[in-house]
Each structure stands twice: as structure tokens, then as C-alpha cells.
């Protein structure tokens, strides 16, 4: 799933350094049932590991089809509060809930990506954005931006994959939990 073959900067990224994270993520979900602290874990460590400038989950609301940061790592308050992230105005965001891993080479001049000025004023380049499947259904989606033009490897996008997954199924246990509290 390599997508841009002349893009720069190829993953330097260790497959061991991506189970070692897997791990570690795998251990904060088992043992704590704050949420927040949970996915605001696994966004800095996707960063770290795959060594890119930011990461950011954001959750759909169905009520008003917006996607709002539920945790980021590496990017600027200014930045993830530029405006709406709305489905209807942004294809991106539609093709991946769609359970599509997508890229885009250069958020910068992308047709797809909604905040081009805001992305150059944040020095972000290169994009990967992918699902936040629970049981079929997508709940939100996983980005990982770069300040250098990059193409994102096979084994790149199915780690982000799988922590999209671990991620997606600690906020349902989550809500389960919530669920049976209230009942």
C-alpha cells in the first residue's frame, strides 16, 4: 500500500520499534479505564514510533456528522482548533470512513484536504488517515502528518491500522462501561 513511489523520506521506522509500541499500547488499554488517558497514550506513541510531527483521533458525532479531536500529540492548538472537521466538506475524511486507509502526498495543495492554509501554517506535508472500525462500523479516524514529503509503507499503514482497531475498541469498552454504570 505504498502509495507515492517518488515521494521522500521512506518509514525509518524498525518493525520492532512498531511492536514494541504495539505492546505498550496493548498494556495502557488493559490497565487503565480512563479513556482519554488511553488514546492521548497511543497518539504520542504512533508519533514517537513512526517518527512523524503529529497525530491526531478525532470521533464522529452522528448528530451533527463532525469529527472532533478526542486526542492529539504534535500539533498546535491553534491547528486542531482552525474549524469544523465536517464529513460532508471533507472527502478525505469521507473516503476513510469508508474503511479506506487514505493518503494524500501534500495536504498543502491537496483537493481532498480542507485546511490547506492552515496545514502550511503548521508546516504539515504528507498525511495517512485511517478508520476507526468497531464491529463493521467506523466511529472515527486516525491521522499521522509529517513536516517532510512522505510516502507511507505496507507495514506503515497496517500498524496504524492495528492501533486504529486497539484504539476503537478501548473507546467501545469504554462506552460499555459507561453504559452499565448508568444502568
Known sequence: MTTDPVATNLSPTTTKDYYTTLYQAALSIASSIEIEQVLQSIVK????????????????????????VAASYGLSGEYLHKGPVDVVDSPIDRETLCDSPTYI?????DARFQYKDAARRE???????????????SIGVLRVYTSEPRAFTDEDVKFLSIL?????QAIENARLYDAVKKS
Open 45 to 68: 506513541s504512533i508519533t514517537e514510533a513512526m517518527d512523524v510531527k503529529g497525530s491526531v483521533l478525532r470521533l464522529l458525532d452522528p448528530d451533527t456528522n463532525q469529527l472532533n
Open 105 to 109: 502526498a501534500d495536504v498543502r495543495v
Open 123 to 137: 508546516g504539515l506535508i504528507s498525511l495517512q488517515c485511517v478508520p476507526l472500525d468497531v464491529h463493521g462500523s
Open 164 to 168: 486504529g482497531s486497539l484504539a476503537a
